[in-house]
Nanobody
């Protein structure tokens, strides 16, 4: 069992920055891929970024170059630094954990989820 708690969301103007944090606890966290997904009203949950161990990362094309995912194993935290935010980044952002030991972009493959944190970007 893995527990995930997201924080750091809020309201920001377009062009601004936010850093989301996901606190993870439970089983051996090094065995999990951690991903950030987002869901806007009326849309499906979509992949944003994921990290496997310390240096394997993957980003969606829509956020590549603007967002950075990182992991602090000592603190059991996963971060998503979001820069140059756009109105279309507005969504609830979720942290997920997947024990497949390879990065997946499909949300159905993730085993554990946090409750989400709202990000609103005003234009």
């Amino acid at each position: 069992q893995v527990q995930l708690v997201e924080s750091g969301g809020g309201l920001v103007q377009a062009g601004g920055s936010l850093r989301l944090s996901c606190a993870a606890s439970g089983r051996t966290l090094n065995n999990y891929v951690f991903g950030w997904f987002r869901q806007a009203p009326g849309k499906e949950r979509e992949f944003v970024a994921a990290i496997w161990r310390g240096d394997n990362t993957l980003y969606s094309e829509s956020v590549k170059g603007r967002f950075t995912i990182s992991r602090d194993s000592a603190k059991s935290r996963i971060y998503l630094q979001m820069n140059d935010l756009k109105a279309e980044d507005t969504a609830i952002y979720y942290c997920g954990a997947d024990d497949d030991k390879a990065i997946n972009t499909a949300s159905r493959l993730y085993d554990y989820w946090g409750q989400g944190t709202q990000v609103t970007v005003s234009s």
